[in-house]
């Protein structure tokens, strides 16, 4: 019995720790997917051609690459995705609010 009990009493510190590693990681986790693209290298069929990241760097040289956030990555070219960082908002109205739900219409019911 005092077997039984120490092993689920492990079992639950294990899989608490291990929630606990997840949080922290998603928490504390860099950029979000992110490559360095030649902006002027977009065609219809690939997308964008995934540059060096020195390419978009801001030290000084004149860059020549922008970073491109989200989307799939295929042959060296990536699309899918947008030059905006997510959670940053941006003044393209990307961000708005949806109201609705259960009892967010604007008719009524009548009865």
Do not use: E, H, I
């Amino acid at each position: 019995m005092a077997d039984a009990r120490r092993q689920l009493r492990s079992t639950t510190v294990a899989l608490g720790g291990m929630g606990l590693l997840a949080a922290a990681l998603t928490a504390c986790s860099s950029d979000p997917d992110k490559r360095c693209v030649d902006p002027g290298s977009y065609t219809l069929s690939n997308g964008y051609r995934v540059v060096s990241d020195k390419n978009c760097s801001s030290s000084g040289a004149k860059s020549t690459g922008s970073w491109y956030y989200g989307g799939s990555k295929k042959n060296g070219f990536v699309s899918g995705g947008s030059f905006v960082r997510p959670g940053k908002g941006g003044s393209g109205g990307s961000s708005r609010v949806d109201r609705g739900g259960f009892g967010g219409g604007k008719s009524g019911s009548g009865g």
